[in-house]
């Protein structure tokens, strides 16, 4: 298993395109977690707005580039024969599929990390001129506090919900062995099922999708405020997302163990 993983290491390292995916997907996430907290508006009493869901909007960005980056860390391989070879090296295939969620795992958690940590900075300093001030009460909701308790929650939710969409998006790619498929199912997975939620107009359907959706169930997490009024909990929805991710890499290493390659 070792030998696996730092076969895969290898790989990884050797080549520049998941160095610079994962520079982007941090550099994406704060760029759009601070342009969302500057566009905030909250002037008055009752303010609908989620302080801590507001710093962490880059996420959305985030999630992409992570599943495009877990796409091609086995859909490349497919696409140029080297799968083959990789398989010859490594005869115990669910070893390879693993190894690649270690490798894939490991740096996205590293990189979500950092990109979380700087939304919520980016939060803590631009949220103040939208009507959150310290100490305030008059204006519905706190200033954003890095660190109390649901904040933290959101935040290590946060880099854990970039993980299973990256873990997600390496069993879709595992499955259909093409990296323009599986960006497209992982994509249209993660972003048609919120649409869907807001055609459909009768409530109680409307709040079942949100629940089963993996986008929208998974960011439920990021929440402080309004808990009552979420379709699914903090925790369960992350639990929703991670169902979805072991069902990909379980069927994922059943095909890759089944099929010739």
Same mark, same amino acid.
């Given at each position: ?92 295939? /669910? ?21 979380? #940590? ?13 009507? /959150? ?30 993980? #299973? ?53 998974? #960011? ?14 903090? /925790? ?7 169902? /979805? ?17």
């Amino acid at each position: 298993m070792l030998t696996a993983v730092r076969a895969e290491w290898t790989k990884q390292r050797t080549v520049a395109g998941p160095g610079l995916l994962l520079l982007a997907a941090a550099v994406g996430t704060i760029a759009l977690s601070a342009a969302a907290s500057a566009a905030v508006n909250c002037p008055g009493v009752g303010c609908p707005a989620d302080p801590a869901e507001s710093s962490l909007t880059g996420v959305l960005l985030g999630q992409t580039v992570i599943a495009v980056l877990a796409v091609l860390m086995i859909g490349t391989e497919y696409s140029t024969g080297m799968i083959g070879c990789t398989l010859i090296a490594i005869p115990r295939r /669910w070893q390879v599929l693993v190894a690649k969620a270690v490798v894939l795992v490991v740096p996205v958690l590293l990189a979500g990390g950092l990109a979380v #940590l700087g939304s919520l900075v980016a939060g803590w300093l631009l949220l103040p001129g939208a009507g /959150w001030q310290p100490g305030t009460a008059n204006i519905g909701f706190p200033a954003l506090a890095i660190g109390n308790g649901p904040t933290v929650r959101a935040a290590v939710g946060s880099v854990l919900y970039l993980a #299973l969409i990256a873990l997600f998006s390496l069993g879709i790619a595992t499955i259909v062995r093409s990296s323009a498929a599986a960006i497209g199912i992982v994509l249209g997975v993660l972003f048609v099922f919120p649409i869907l939620a807001a055609v459909v107009t009768d409530p109680d359907w409307q709040r079942h999708l949100k629940q089963i959706a993996p986008s929208t169930a998974g #960011l439920a997490i990021q929440s402080t405020t309004g808990l009552d009024y979420l379709p699914i909990s903090p /925790w369960a929805g992350l639990g929703v997302l991670g169902l /979805w991710a072991a069902g990909a890499l379980v069927v994922g290493a059943a095909v890759l163990q089944w099929r010739d390659v």
